[in-house]
């Protein structure tokens, strides 16, 4: 119960940033951003771009986090039954940092 609304409040509050930015955005464009754009098809994409952050988002948040408390069950239980993993777990970190951080670029 506390995840479904804290998934729903999340969402809520995710759609009311993006519209108030993208409110803000068609507010400041140039008269010629109009001139070319016909009203509907603003109204028309904002409405998909909230409509995506009420579909998909919550399903998607809640995807990575089933993957990552099932990263750190596996750990735990590779931990319990071998403690000396426990021992490799910084070197392992550091690892993982060294590839993603400073290999990427």
């Known amino acids: 119960m506390l995840c479904a609304y804290a998934?729903?409040?999340g969402s809520v509050h995710a759609a009311r940033r993006l519209f108030?930015?993208?409110y803000i955005?068609?507010?400041r464009a140039p008269m010629l951003f109009f001139d070319s754009t016909p009203y509907g098809r603003i109204l028309n994409r904002v409405a998909?771009?909230?409509s995506c952050i009420d579909q998909v988002m919550p399903f998607?948040?809640?995807s990575m986090i089933n993957c990552?408390?099932?990263v750190f069950a596996s750990i735990f239980v590779v931990a319990f039954a071998t403690p000396w993993f426990l021992i490799s777990l910084p070197a392992l970190v550091l690892v993982y940092?060294?590839?993603q951080v400073k290999r990427c670029c």
């Open 7 to 9: 998934m729903a409040s």
């Open 20 to 22: 108030a930015h993208l």
């Open 25 to 27: 955005a068609v507010l």
């Open 48 to 50: 998909e771009d909230i």
């Open 60 to 62: 998607t948040v809640r």
């Open 68 to 70: 990552v408390l099932a």
């Open 97 to 99: 940092y060294y590839i």
